[in-house]
C-alpha cells in the first residue's frame, strides 16, 4: 500500500533554513520520479521540485538556489532541503509520486516564515 508522510515542518525565521522528510512506504522510491508541493492560502497547488528516476532534478524559478531535493533509498524517503526562507515560501507542503494512474499524497506537513 502507498504511503507517504512528510515531517519537519515548523515555524522559521526569514533567512533561516528547514528540511522536509517525506517517509514511503509500497513503492520501489528508486524507479518513481518524486514531487514535492506546496499550497497556499489562496492558491493554487504548485510543484515545487522533483527528483526523477535517474537523479534529474527540477526546481520552480522561485525557489532556484535556495531549495535542493534529494533521496535516501536505503531509507526510502525523500528530503526538501529549504534555505534562505522568505515570507513567500510560506504552505503546506506535500510529498507526492504517481503509480498506477493516479497521484498519491502525504498528509502534508506546514512551514510559516515570519518575524
Known amino acids: 500500500q502507498v504511503r507517504l508522510v512528510e515531517s519537519g515542518g515548523g515555524l522559521v525565521q526569514p533567512g533561516e533554513s528547514l528540511r522536509l522528510s517525506c517517509a514511503t512506504s509500497?513503492?520501489?522510491?528508486?524507479?518513481?520520479?518524486m514531487n514535492w508541493y506546496r499550497q497556499s492560502p489562496g492558491k493554487e497547488r504548485e510543484l515545487v521540485a522533483n527528483?526523477?528516476?535517474?537523479?534529474?532534478?527540477n526546481f520552480i524559478d522561485s525557489v532556484k538556489g535556495r531549495f535542493t531535493i534529494s533521496r535516501d533509498h536505503a531509507r526510502a524517503r525523500v528530503y526538501l532541503q529549504m534555505n534562505n526562507l522568505a515570507p513567500d515560501d510560506t504552505a503546506v507542503y506535500y510529498c507526492?509520486?504517481?503509480?498506477?494512474?493516479?497521484?498519491?499524497w502525504g498528509q502534508g506537513t506546514r512551514v510559516t516564515v515570519s518575524s
Open positions: 509500497g513503492i520501489v522510491l528508486r524507479i518513481h520520479t
Open positions: 527528483v526523477t528516476s535517474d537523479g534529474a532534478m
Open positions: 507526492s509520486v504517481h503509480w498506477r494512474g493516479r497521484a498519491y
